[in-house]
């Protein structure tokens, strides 16, 4: 897309805001995909030389990385670089922002689902193209590659404690840091094999910068203007914002990302629409990557398990129709939007009874961070993000054909569980607004009488 002028209305994935001098230009963007962390590039290539000179053919990078940091110039560079708290860092910003994740868990996990993935990563041509050479999404990997971002988002976030040096949830960044090395190196090393296998002129080079920053927002921006709004009126405040924003601008530092562009919560907005802008861009591979998210959640075990319909009623409630329509995403029934209007409400309640009821909203964010750690974090298949999917020569994720889409069709209306329970939900909601709205009625007719 070109660029639009200042002043102008921009709509795009269901989303409007007025273009300024503030946004980003394509020309401004575009540099930064030829561009790469060239320290966590080095530094793997120091831990490879000495993993191969060593007896000791230990596969984790991060601990030849600490083992070897004294004795090497440039892992020392990268170690001191990942030890060194920048000055912007505020440890009780960093506290209450971590807060933010579990006071909305719900929301942001489903927002993550239908929006993270469905309406970023999958349709972000460069970043799309990286993985499915990596060789984990198709419909049967997926699930595990979606728990392993999460377990990312949890460790990040359980605790100040974690994100500190040598805390739990900065060894896994700084492991993270080095896993997007590793792809980046073996994409490049495939291109010097067969150099039609990665377009580098189009997408730029594997795990870029302008990727990194996309990824940034993702994690911190969407969750709010993009996705927890689209739930319904959630009490958010510029505070909490700012504070969930410092937390990712910090992660961005960890894993070699320019923080300029979240400085500020002007600034991470302005970056955020200007990436909408310039880089979302469904293709053929977005409709593979989104036909596999669908195969996957459908055939979870029961109470997660979700229907094709919820999914696609979700994904267009909150990506808006023209994008979903581009990814092929079915037109569900009117069912299926009902319960997913059921799921809003839901969310939308909890989190105002947690505005308004401090206590209670200590008690849910203690038990959202207690059970996700422990059901996520803690799980026997936890990952330590070694470099699993290794991109090959003639290896991509492609389409993965799901039969029990047309058994289920078949059989008549499909719907799951928790979409049965959301209905009631609403049904329930529902009920007591008319009975309200009756009892109000019928106060005001019996005040009225008095007064006459």
């Known amino acids: 897309m070109s660029n639009p002028q200042p002043g102008e209305k921009v709509t795009t994935c269901g989303y409007s805001f007025t273009w300024t001098e503030d946004h980003l230009s394509k020309e401004e963007l575009e540099p930064f995909r030829q561009q790469y962390d060239e320290l966590g590039a080095a530094a793997l290539e120091r831990i490879q030389a000495i993993r191969q000179e060593s007896q000791n053919k230990s596969t984790d990078v991060y601990e030849i990385l600490r083992d070897n940091h004294e004795n090497d110039p440039v892992l020392t560079r990268f170690w001191d670089e990942v030890h060194t708290v920048p000055s912007w860092v505020d440890w009780d910003q960093i506290a209450r922002g971590q807060q933010f994740f579990y006071r909305y868990a719900v929301a942001s996990v489903v927002g993550f689902a239908l929006q993270g993935f469905m309406a970023e990563n999958a349709v972000v041509p460069s970043v799309v193209e990286v993985l499915v050479r990596t060789g984990g999404y198709s419909s049967r990997m997926l699930l595990g590659r979606l728990l392993e971002t999460v377990q990312w988002i949890i460790q990040v976030t359980h605790s100040a404690v974690s994100i500190k040096p040598d805390g739990e949830g900065h060894i896994a960044t700084v492991r993270v840091r080095l896993l997007h090395a590793t792809v980046r190196h073996r994409i490049l090393q495939l291109c010097q094999q067969r150099p039609d296998y990665f377009d580098t002129e189009t997408y730029g080079i594997p795990v870029n910068t302008l990727n990194s920053i996309h990824s940034i927002c993702m994690f911190c921006c969407n969750r709010m203007w993009l996705q927890l709004p689209k739930f319904g009126p959630t009490p958010l405040g510029q505070r909490q914002i ?108 909890l989190a105002w009874a947690q505005k308004l009821i401090p206590g209670f909203d200590a008690v849910m964010v203690n038990f959202f961070r ?27 994720t492609g389409k993965v054909v799901d039969d029990s889409k047309g058994q289920a069709s078949s059989r008549g209306l499909d719907i799951g569980l928790a979409e049965i329970i959301f209905l009631v939900f609403l049904g329930g909601c529902l009920f007591i607004v008319v009975r309200a709205a009756i009892w109000a009625h019928a106060g005001y007719r019996w005040l009225t009488a008095c007064h006459l």
């Open 242 to 349: 700012a504070d969930y924003i410092a937390v990712f601008r910090y992660l961005g530092y960890l894993v070699g990302t320019p923080t300029g562009y979240f400085e500020t919560v002007e600034k991470a907005k302005c970056t955020m629409e200007s990436l909408m802008v310039h880089e979302v861009r469904p293709t053929e591979t977005s409709r593979v990557m989104v036909d596999n998210f669908l195969a996957c959640v459908t055939n979870l075990p029961s109470p997660f398990r979700v229907s094709s319909g919820f999914v696609a009623a979700g994904g267009r409630w909150i990506n808006g129709d023209k994008l979903c329509d581009e990814l092929a995403l079915e037109r569900p029934g009117v069912v299926y939007y009902l319960s997913f209007v059921g799921f809003c409400v839901f969310a939308t309640a």
């Open 370 to 396: 207690k059970q996700l750690y422990n059901g996520i974090v803690q799980r026997k298949s936890r990952t330590r993000f070694d470099f699993k999917y290794v991109p090959q020569v003639g290896k991509k």
